[in-house]
């Protein structure tokens, strides 16, 4: 085992011990929501078209108790509608993926993915005009759809430029994170913990006609093991470790991304280098929703 390598599950101090200072980031966190919109409220009203209201409530959570029954499917046979849906100019979403550009996301697919996926789809109405700033947004439940950035850098991560094959998502929320990674992957499956937000992402997704999206009512601090291993899994929620349950789902090879910690969280990456091993380093600080166990 490297210096880099370490049993699991780890604790919050066991990864700072590992690496030391934890590295600043100029970005604004996931859950600074409201103060990153008031900042950019100004240039929203001067420079962007008002966007069509549609209403949506949901959460970034994670699931519980061990239901085995088979995901439900956001599937039909056709593709992904043109990115804009006639209700948001092409041009908005592409100045949002500029600025996640020039923020250090370099991999073309995710960006790709990111500018398809229309965003203003997954927001209350009453923020629908801040569906495309660089800002974390309040969905109901104490819960939040992810700044784009942070979905775009997490997506990267975990693609790290390869193909992806199977992915678990723990924590749907509204189903944006899902849709970006519907882009990315073969097969997509994500776990909400709360009943009422998983039959919204079902809704919130289903219009978009995704066929490679399974969404499931359950535990995300147990995974999937019916359906494991993954290549991939992301965490959309911070708890003081991973889960052990998810790193046995993991593949050999495979990578997981997920905040760890309490007040102070940092981005952690998790490769299974064998059978019984796993590496893990720190990448970047960060702010999420705590992890929890238990359907509600």
């Known amino acids: 085992m490297t210096a880099n390598e370490k049993r699991f599950p780890l604790n919050l101090s066991s990864v700072v ?25 100004k240039n929203l009203k001067n420079n962007l078209p008002p966007l069509a209201k549609t209403v949506v409530t949901s959460s970034i959570s994670n699931a519980s108790s061990a239901s085995k029954r088979e995901p439900d499917r956001i599937s039909t046979n056709k593709a992904l509608p043109s990115a804009g849906m006639g209700m948001v100019s092409d041009k908005i979403r592409q100045a949002m993926v500029a600025r996640v550009a020039q923020q250090g996301v370099k991999d073309n697919l995710v960006l790709a993915a990111l500018e398809a996926i229309p965003r203003h789809l ?5 923020l629908a005009s801040q569906a495309y700033i660089d ?16 979905v775009a850098r997490m997506t990267e991560i975990l693609r790290n430029g390869k193909n992806l094959q ?12 899902a849709a970006v990674l519907s882009l990315v992957a073969k097969e997509v499956y994500s776990i909400e913990r709360i009943k009422a ?11 978009m006609r995704i066929a490679n999206i399974r969404l499931h009512y359950g535990d995300g601090m147990l995974g999937l093991p019916q359906v494991a291993p993954f290549d991939g899994i992301i965490l959309a929620a911070a708890g003081l470790e991973v889960p052990r349950a998810l790193l046995e789902q993991l593949a050999i090879g495979g990578r997981l991304i997920a905040p760890v910690g309490g007040r102070q969280q940092v981005l952690q990456l998790v490769e299974r280098v064998s059978q019984h091993e ?6 970047e600080q960060c702010h999420f929703v705590p992890l929890h166990q238990g359907v509600v």
């Open 122 to 126: 997954f927001i209350e109405s009453g």
């Open 197 to 207: 937000l998983h039959e919204l992402a079902k809704n919130n997704l289903r219009p």
């Open 166 to 177: 199977r992915v678990l998502e723990i924590g749907t929320g509204c189903g944006y994170q």
């Open 17 to 41: 011990d590992q690496r030391g200072a934890l590295r600043k980031s100029p970005t604004a966190m996931p859950q600074t929501a409201m103060q990153n919109a008031a900042i950019h409220t």
């Open 278 to 283: 796993w590496a893990s380093s720190v990448l």
């Open 135 to 150: 800002a974390s947004l309040p969905i109901g439940h104490h819960q939040t759809i992810s700044q784009p950035y942070i």
